[in-house]
């Protein structure tokens, strides 16, 4: 068996897997390769050995798959950024497809046959928040992947970020850059906070800028459409906004005349919640876990919007005892979506599954899944 730090191969790629791997063998040995594509032969150099396989990355590719391109980024695959930057744009969208239906019908039983949509501005200059580091001389650059060390920028800066933050120029440390819906963009160190003021769902928010809010210009817009297509809000209806961030999507459930309540565990998030969404809607900071105990027994709608680890078998069965006519689920990550619709499928089938392709150049994926309750 190989050693972390060998060079072997050349591994032939089978197909794509959760994560932004893609699986391929060498020698009988299951490689989990960075930066590679299905069909391809590439030599790896190996970056962990595991009992059942081994992760490894791209050196060199010896047959290249018909969908590869030359990454525009110098740093694209080295920075921690943009994994997917040498595939054409429209592939990757077929690769996170291919990802989607596989969790979905692997954890959940799901049939999904869907296609991941294209959201402009796309694939480049979409990226409207950014952590940048600093090299000890001060220079511009990003982390690499699961590592401290600081890539440096290329002289044209980050090719994901939107123009006003690409290159920020010169940095003393770690830096959030902001380039919000209304006012100007802002640099500010990552342990400091400052608030911006995003626009979506035809209203204003104000945002930590370290707090949560989605990357992509249009994503708040397209998720929050996605979720009230789907639920069909009515007036007087009770609505649950389940890890509400700044409270993105009780205010529309309040403005189609919803009675909401809202959990979030970020307090700050909480607090700019209660003044986004001052009227019709109510926050609680706490875990979703422990804070649905504090909410009505009884809902007719629930938005869940959960970090990548899901919500989880306890959460979805809160949820489910409280019967509500339709559930939105928008997920980050399709294992957890996968995962968490086989905790729902006794009592609740699946409406329709999108998925928007809101972190172009890399394997990320957004998807919002309906249910109803049987
Ligand atoms: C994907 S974000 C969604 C935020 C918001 N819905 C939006 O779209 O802007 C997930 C949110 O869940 C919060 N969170 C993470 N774990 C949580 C938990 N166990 N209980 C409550 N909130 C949690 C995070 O702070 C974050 O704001």
């Known amino acids: 068996m190989a050693v972390v730090g060998d060079i072997v191969g050349p591994v032939a790629i089978e197909r794509v897997a959760h994560g932004g791997h893609c699986v391929g063998r060498w020698e009988g040995v299951v490689h989990f390769v960075r930066h590679a594509l299905p069909g391809e032969q590439v030599m790896v150099k190996v970056t962990e050995v595991a009992k059942r396989y081994v992760r490894s990355d791209v050196v060199e590719v010896v047959q290249a798959s018909p969908e590869r391109v030359t990454p525009r980024c110098s740093v694209a695959g080295l920075c921690g950024g943009c994994d997917w930057q040498h595939a054409e744009p429209a592939y990757t969208r077929e690769l996170k497809r291919q990802v989607i239906a596989e969790q979905l019908r692997h954890l959940g039983g799901y049939t999904w046959e869907g296609a991941v949509e294209e959201v402009e501005p796309a694939p480049f200059h979409w990226r409207t928040r950014m952590r940048y580091a600093a090299t000890a001389d001060g220079r511009p650059g990003l982390k690499a992947h699961r590592s401290n060390r600081v890539v440096p920028l290329p002289p044209e800066g980050c090719v994901a970020a939107v123009p006003a933050i690409a290159n920020p120029g010169r940095l003393a440390g770690e830096t959030i850059a902001v ?76 403005d189609a005349g919803c009675q909401v309540w809202g959990i979030e565990s970020d307090a700050e998030a909480v607090r700019l919640a209660g003044i986004n969404v001052s009227e019709g809607a ?22 869940l919007d959960p970090p990548r680890v899901g919500a989880g078998a306890r959460v979805v069965a809160s949820v489910v005892a409280r019967q509500p006519r339709r559930i939105a689920y928008v997920a980050c990550d399709p294992a957890a979506l996968g995962r968490d619709l086989g905790y729902l499928a006794e009592e609740y089938q699946v409406l329709g599954v999108r998925a928007f392709d809101l972190f172009p150049l890399t394997h990320h994926v957004e998807c919002v899944a309906i249910f109803e309750r049987r």
């Open 282 to 303: 109510e926050f609680l900071a706490a875990s979703v876990a422990r804070g649905l105990d504090f909410l009505p027994r009884d809902a007719d709608l629930v938005v």
């Open 179 to 254: 380039a919000p819906g209304k006012g100007r963009p802002v640099l500010v160190g990552a342990e400091q906070q400052v608030l911006v003021e995003e626009v979506a769902a035809g209203r204003y928010w104000r945002v930590s800028s370290n707090g949560f809010w989605q990357s992509h210009p249009q994503a708040a817009d397209t998720l929050v459409q996605a979720v009230l297509e789907g639920l069909e809000p009515r007036a007087d209806e009770v609505a649950f906004d389940l890890y509400c961030g700044v409270g993105l999507f009780a205010g529309p459930l309040v």
